[in-house]
């Protein structure tokens, strides 16, 4: 039974910092491409930023240079590091891991106050 648990969420001001995390489970994780979405309500979900099992990333242009994924391959986490957080990425930010089939967690709720 593959799990996605994230963590980390809640609120923060504007210009703050936050860190999510991802725990996985019944999954090859070192074979898995991993990523971070998000989605607001009424709106579609959205790319924030992957990483290959290989450890190659990309970003989202409203997020690059703000914030930071990155993975344990020995831990089976991800992370994602958020500076300088604006009130548009509040958002309910979900775990994604993709290889033949798409996975996703249950999401955590990140919320930025002007």
């Known amino acids: 039974q593959v799990q996605l648990v994230e963590s980390g969420g809640g609120l923060v001001q504007s210009g703050g910092s936050l860190r999510l995390s991802c725990a996985a489970s019944g999954i090859i994780f070192s074979r898995h491409t991993m990523g971070w979405y998000r989605q607001v309500l009424g709106k579609q979900r959205e790319l924030v930023a992957r990483?290959?099992?290989?450890?190659?990333?990309n970003y989202s242009d409203s997020v690059k240079g703000r914030f930071t994924i990155s993975r344990d391959n020995a831990k089976n986490m991800i992370f994602l590091q958020m500076n300088s957080l604006k009130p548009e990425d509040t958002a309910v930010y979900y775990c994604n891991a993709r290889n033949w089939f798409d996975y996703w967690g249950q999401g955590t709720q990140v919320t930025v106050s002007s």
């Open positions: 990483i290959t099992s290989g450890g190659s990333t």
